[in-house]
Every structure is written in structure tokens, then in C-alpha cells.
């Protein structure tokens, strides 16, 4: 960390998919079809957003409960599927780059913490040019799943960050309650895949509601 150190934060985590990236809708829709596939009970547009963050297991046992579990790689090969074919489809929330740029200026460390895999993250940040703007990621196949704070416990260790100057951002109460089990500020963002109703009891530090409204909020206070 150069010597002139940010405000107040020194790690800035993001969530990945509704956060930084415009893909709840096709997951979504991506869950229910492979749910389909399979004869499982179709989940609803919430139910199925429920689960973006979470990892793969958690998400398929609570999207399609009545679908046994030793069907569980079939439907996910079917949702990697349906995904695929929409990926170009996907792309980053508008602002998010010079909201991104403006944090390394100021010498943050940029992380990523996703419920994603490793493969489907480092995919995303080639199709994107990302390379080299985070400084660090984790995702859930290579660590626990959110809300287990493991991941942000990881990637404090890595750059020798405390937890009151670490910050999580995240559009989903996964995310909000794995900052809270880490002893890490959070802040939500009300333009991803959970109502905010459940936001309040999880202490983020504010609700945002577009990346521009993010984008000044941290740069006023990070």
C-alpha cells in the first residue's frame, strides 16, 4: 500500500453478479429452465434469485428441493448450459469501470468475493478485460460458500487487512451477512437480485441504488 493511505478502507470486496455485473435475470431464468429440465418443481423469479451468491449445493437445494440429489450434476450441467448460451447476452452494470478506476487512483485493493466458480469468474474477467484491475478474488468453489466468512477471512489474510478497514459491497443479504461474520463494514446495493427489506437487520452502512450513487458514496467516504 503506497503511503497515502485511503480515508477509511484499504480492502474493497465486491460481490460479483448483481453488484458489478447485470445478470440476475438471466440466472433467474437460467435456474428455472434447468429446474425444467430435470422435472423439478419450477421455482418462482424470488425463490430463484434467493440463491445468486450462494454456493452451487446450497443454491441447487433450495431452488429445486424436491429434485434428489444424485441429480444434482445433471442440473447443473443443464444451468451451465442455458448460461452459456446467454452469455453474450451479459455485461457489466454502466459506471462500474470508472467507478473501479477511480478506487485504484486512490490506492484501495480491489477484491472479489462471488459465489461463482473459479472457471466462471476468471471466464467473465477475460470476456471483460478485467485483468489486472482486482487485486485479489475468491470464489465458492475454492473456499466456503457465503454467508461463511471464509472468503473475506482469506483475502484479509492475503493483504494484511483488519476487518473495520475492510469493506464488503454486495446486492444480496448472502453478502451483507457474510461482511457481518467477518466483523467487516458492508454496504448494499438495491439493483441486484434481493429485496432490501432484509437489509436493515444485517448493519450495512448504507443502501445504493445505482452504481453512480456507489461511486459517490465512495468516494465521499472509503
Not at 470486496?13 to 429440465?37: K, M, P, Y
Not at 485479489?136 to 473495520?164: I, Q, V
Request: with cysteine; net charge negative.
Amino acid at each position: 500500500m503506497p503511503a497515502s493511505r485511503p480515508r477509511r478502507f484499504d480492502l474493497i470486496a465486491f460481490d460479483w453478479d448483481g453488484t458489478l455485473f447485470d445478470s440476475t435475470q438471466i440466472i433467474v431464468h437460467c435456474i428455472q429452465q434447468a429446474v425444467a429440465d430435470v422435472g423439478g418443481t419450477v421455482p418462482s423469479d424470488t425463490e430463484a434469485a434467493y440463491v445468486i451468491g450462494m454456493g452451487l449445493m446450497d443454491a441447487l437445494a433450495y431452488a429445486a428441493p424436491d429434485v434428489p440429489r444424485e441429480r444434482y450434476a445433471e442440473l447443473g450441467a443443464r444451468y451451465r448450459r442455458h448460461y452459456m448460451a446467454r452469455q453474450d447476452d451479459l455485461s457489466l452494470f454502466p459506471g462500474v469501470l470508472p467507478m473501479l478506476a477511480a478506487l485504484r487512483e486512490r490506492n484501495h485493493w480491489l477484491a472479489v468475493a462471488t459465489g461463482k466458480s473459479r472457471r466462471g469468474l476468471d471466464d467473465v474477467l477475460r470476456s471483460e478485460q478485467l485483468h489486472g484491475v482486482f487485486d485479489g478474488s475468491r470464489t465458492a468453489d475454492e473456499t466456503a460458500g457465503k454467508p461463511d466468512p471464509r472468503m473475506l477471512h482469506e483475502l484479509m489474510r492475503e493483504f494484511g487487512t483488519e476487518p473495520e478497514r475492510t469493506l464488503m459491497i454486495g446486492d444480496t443479504t448472502h453478502d451483507l451477512q457474510m461482511a457481518l461474520n467477518a466483523g467487516c463494514p458492508s454496504i448494499g446495493v438495491s439493483y441486484g437480485a434481493h429485496d432490501t427489506a432484509g437489509f436493515e437487520a444485517l448493519r450495512p452502512q448504507v443502501v445504493v441504488h445505482s452504481v453512480r450513487e456507489l461511486h459517490d458514496w465512495l468516494l465521499e467516504h472509503a
